[in-house]
């Protein structure tokens, strides 16, 4: 989502916290599933480690004045 859409960090770790939650309710309606609080913190868990991995991983650019 980060190379496809230009959008603050914020805006995409909200927008990844929704479907995460939307896919929990949607489980919840399934008569052979149920939606667990667990699972969203895993979900939420998942896409912020992704962020948190990018930005130690990402190469900085070099300052040209120093």
Known sequence: ????????????????????????????ALPYRQASLGDFFADFAGAASYFLIRVIFTPRKKNPYG
Do not use: R, V
């Not at 859409?5 to 929704?18: N, W």
């Open 1 to 28: 989502m980060d190379k496809a859409f230009k959008l603050p960090l914020y805006a995409q770790i909200m927008l990844l916290a929704g479907y995460g939650a939307s896919i929990e309710i949607m489980q919840d």
